[in-house]
């Protein structure tokens, strides 16, 4: 269960990998393809900056959930990850609420599995 864990916790870092990249590089290019329902076309230029600071939080998001997995000691490898994953969570829910639905299944919902998971394995 413990391989399951951290296969979703890692999985979870590198969706917000993708997501600093989409946000910080990819904004005016791929984002607008992605988030095409969230914004007028017109408004991604006008946002690149806002964007790239959201996808330096998504990269700190990554960063720790990818810490939690070289942790050693099995207690602060769960509490970071478990930290890491209700932080994605909250992220989750919100943007589900404030922006868009699909963002709750894409960003909460891997999250809370994970999350799981992690509760079960340790």
Excluded: D
Aim: contains cysteine; positive net charge.
């Amino acid at each position: 269960m413990k391989t399951v864990a951290m296969i979703l916790v890692a999985l979870v870092a590198i969706e917000h990998c993708y997501i600093l990249w989409l946000e910080m590089f990819a904004w005016t290019t791929r984002g607008k393809k992605v988030f095409k329902k969230a914004m007028p076309e017109e408004l991604f230029e006008k946002t690149k900056g806002l964007a790239a600071n959201q996808g330096l939080y998504n990269g700190f998001l990554a960063a720790g959930l990818f810490w939690s997995l070289l942790i050693c000691e099995a207690t602060w490898s769960k509490n970071i990850a478990v930290f890491f994953l209700s932080c994605v969570i909250v992220a989750g829910i919100y943007g589900g609420l404030t922006a868009s639905k699909s963002i709750f299944k894409v960003q909460a919902l891997p999250a809370i599995l994970a999350l799981i998971a992690v509760l079960f394995a340790f």
